[in-house]
T-cell receptor, first 114, second 114 residues
Framework: DAGVIQSPRHEVTEMGQEVTLRCKPI?????LFWYRQTMMRGLELLIY????????DSGMPEDRFSAKMPNASFSTLKIQPSEPRDSAVYFC????????????FGPGTRLLVL | QQPVQSPQAVILREGEDAVINCSSS?????VHWYRQKHGEAPVFLMI?????EQKGHDKISASFNEKKQQSSLYLTASQLSYSGTYFC???????????????FGKGTHLIIQP
């Protein structure tokens, strides 16, 4: 299996621009998670989906952030408008179930907002 | 709430042992341990599902005391390849009755010197 796929791997943008991050989970995994990692706050869960339905978005920092999962093999995390404090590494992960199932992480997208 | 990891950092010589602790303030379904190397995604090490359980592979093992809501990761006869940041992720419950996804500690930085 190819594992969790994320794109782009790196993104540099200017403040105010829209940013879209993409994720393809492992085939057959029913759960998809979006995390953000910064030095100050560590790894934070932003939102997770079960069978394409958002279950818990309490970690989404602001209305500028939105996530969708139109089908079982694709999810997006959008930031509009972006701000410098959004600079971080964004990871997507997927798992067969919840709880007590292993989460497999994608390689991450390094976002820099200037 | 975010689990608390200790110590924050450890420097060892190759062949020495280390223990990393993870403590939560809430009841847990499970504890997950991950290792992350610089610039890479977190990689799953093991999951502990019930109180008193101890698991391990190679020279890395872990225990989970459900009553105390604590887990410890044991690295025996450490190797250079063990260097990285170790995260515990805890699964607790949410008001809806299900699990609430992983909440990660801030990590323990492990440096192994030859």
């Amino acid at each position: 299996d190819a594992g969790v796929i994320q794109s782009p791997r790196h993104e540099v943008t200017e403040m105010g621009q829209e940013v879209t991050l993409r994720c393809k989970p492992i085939s057959g995994h029913d759960y998809l998670f979006w995390y953000r990692q910064t030095m100050m706050r560590g790894l934070e869960l932003l939102i997770y989906f079960n069978n394409n339905v958002p279950i818990d978005d309490s970690g989404m920092p602001e209305d500028r952030f939105s996530a969708k999962m139109p089908n079982a093999s694709f999810s997006t995390l959008k930031i509009q408008p972006s701000e410098p404090r959004d600079s971080a590494v964004y990871f997507c992960a997927s798992s067969l179930g919840l709880p007590q199932e292993t989460q497999y992480f994608g390689p991450g997208t390094r976002l820099l907002v200037l | 709430q975010q689990p608390v990891q200790s110590p924050q950092a450890v420097i060892l010589r190759e062949g020495e042992d280390a223990v990393i602790n993870c403590s939560s303030s809430k009841a847990l379904y499970s504890v997950h341990w991950y290792r992350q190397k610089h610039g890479e995604a977190p990689v799953f090490l093991m999951i502990l599902l019930k109180g008193g359980e101890q698991k391990g592979h190679d020279k890395i093992s872990a225990s989970f005391n459900e009553k105390k809501q604590q887990s410890s990761l044991y690295l025996t006869a450490s190797q250079l390849s063990y260097s990285g940041t170790y995260f515990c992720g805890t699964e607790g419950g949410y008001s809806g009755g299900g699990a609430d996804g992983l909440t990660f500690g801030k990590g323990t930085h492990l440096i192994i010197q030859p």
